[in-house]
């Protein structure tokens, strides 16, 4: 009954009706409350949990399926904020390709409880991730021209600022790469140069400047 929320409570007997000879139903009625079932789509995102070994993270994610479609009562749908699943990295170097259990979070992180009135239309997927490692390595810089430099002049010495950059790639490309080399040709010059360079533009393809590491590098040749 729509006005109170309510459904009548109908009594019968099945067993043992000869024994009885009449029944007063106490309950006629019981209340409920009638959600709206929902339908939403989430994108499942990798978590990580524990801590890889030193220098190393990990990128190149992907996931399959990437989505997940999930039906439940609005009142759960409220709550659901992302789709997930959690993968540990706690100890690894190597690239990874496993399989996960997808749950939904709220928005402060914490699982969302779900029931059997809670479909989800995948509850696994597959998760690929690409082992990066980060090294920290030196500048090199290479002078030439330093003898042919303005009359009434002398080529003292270079100031580089960092003298050592740190970068993040493929762990083979990062174990073959020791070093950044700069090459400055001073033929001509009558003066102190300060010149800028930008460190992506000079690492090799695979390789790129770590989080929070500056891409420039100021080197100062005295004359």
């Not at 990798?46 to 399926?65: I, M, R």
Request: charged content about 25%; glycine content about 4%; aromatic content about 6%.
């Amino acid at each position: 009954y729509g006005a109170t929320g309510s459904v009548a409570v109908n009594i019968s007997v099945v067993n043992n009706k000869t024994l009885i000879r009449s029944w007063n139903p106490i309950t006629r009625s019981v209340k409920i409350d009638v959600e709206e079932m929902q339908t939403r789509e989430f994108e499942i995102q990798v978590e990580h949990s524990g801590t890889a070994q030193d220098s190393y993270t990990f990128s190149d994610e992907t996931v399959s399926p990437s989505v997940v479609k999930v039906t439940a009562p609005e009142s759960i749908m409220d709550t659901i904020d992302h789709a997930a699943v959690n993968i540990s990295i706690d100890g690894l170097s190597d690239d990874v390709d496993t399989k996960a259990e997808v749950k939904l979070y709220t928005r402060a992180g914490r699982e969302v409880e779900t029931d059997d009135r809670v479909i989800m239309s995948v509850t696994e997927a597959s998760v690929s991730m690409s082992a990066v490692k980060t090294n920290q390595i030196s500048v090199d810089v290479q002078v030439t021209g330093q003898n042919q430099i303005a009359d009434g002049y002398k080529y003292i010495t270079y100031q580089c600022d960092p003298q050592s950059i740190s970068v993040t790639g493929a762990k083979a490309l990062v174990a073959e790469f020791d070093k950044l080399t700069i090459q400055e040709d001073l033929t001509g010059a009558s003066g102190n140069i300060t010149k800028t360079y930008k460190v992506s533009e000079l690492l090799p393809s695979g390789l790129e400047v770590a989080d929070k590491q500056p891409d420039t590098i100021k080197v100062t040749y005295q004359i």
